[in-house]
């Protein structure tokens, strides 16, 4: 699939913002975006990407790094082909460029250490930028 995020921007620490990326329906080999274990993972200047969460394909099973978990809510629309990302209580160590990913992890028991595995996942649109200020 074809990813585009959006939703970034700069928020105080302790506001909230919803992040959104929007799919196109189909990859190339002709996968539908339901398909796809969609996952949102973030970098900070001068570090590795790191796993935010992730949701299965349907929408009925989420995973959190520990770093989110309980401020964090992932959700998907296969309907609409989007996936988002509502995040509360922000902190300024939560400032990174947010990417979202599509993976198909076929045959796969999904879980939070198989869904935060970079490497399984396919797919990435363009990072959107989230500044939290102190």
């Known amino acids: 699939v074809q990813l585009q995020a959006s939703g970034g921007g700069l928020v105080q620490a302790g506001g909230s913002l919803r992040l959104s990326c929007a799919a196109s329906?189909?990859?190339?080999?002709?996968?539908?975006?339901?398909?796809?274990?969609m996952g949102w993972f973030r970098q900070a200047p001068g570090k590795e990407r790191e796993f935010v969460a992730a949701?299965?394909?349907?929408?009925?099973?989420?995973y959190y790094a520990d770093s989110g978990k309980g401020r964090f809510t992932i959700s998907r629309d296969n309907a609409k082909n989007t996936v988002y990302l509502q995040m509360n209580s922000l902190k300024p160590e939560d400032t990174a460029i947010y990417y979202c990913?599509?993976?198909?992890?076929?045959?796969?028991?999904?879980?939070?250490?198989?869904?935060?595995?970079?490497?399984?996942?396919?797919?990435w649109g363009k990072g959107t930028q989230l500044t939290v200020s102190s």
């Open positions: 949701i299965s394909w349907g929408g009925g099973e989420t």
């Open positions: 990913a599509a993976g198909l992890f076929e045959g796969m028991v999904l879980n939070v250490h198989t869904t935060g595995d970079i490497s399984q996942y396919r797919s």
């Open positions: 329906k189909r990859t190339v080999s002709g996968r539908e975006f339901s398909s796809h274990v």
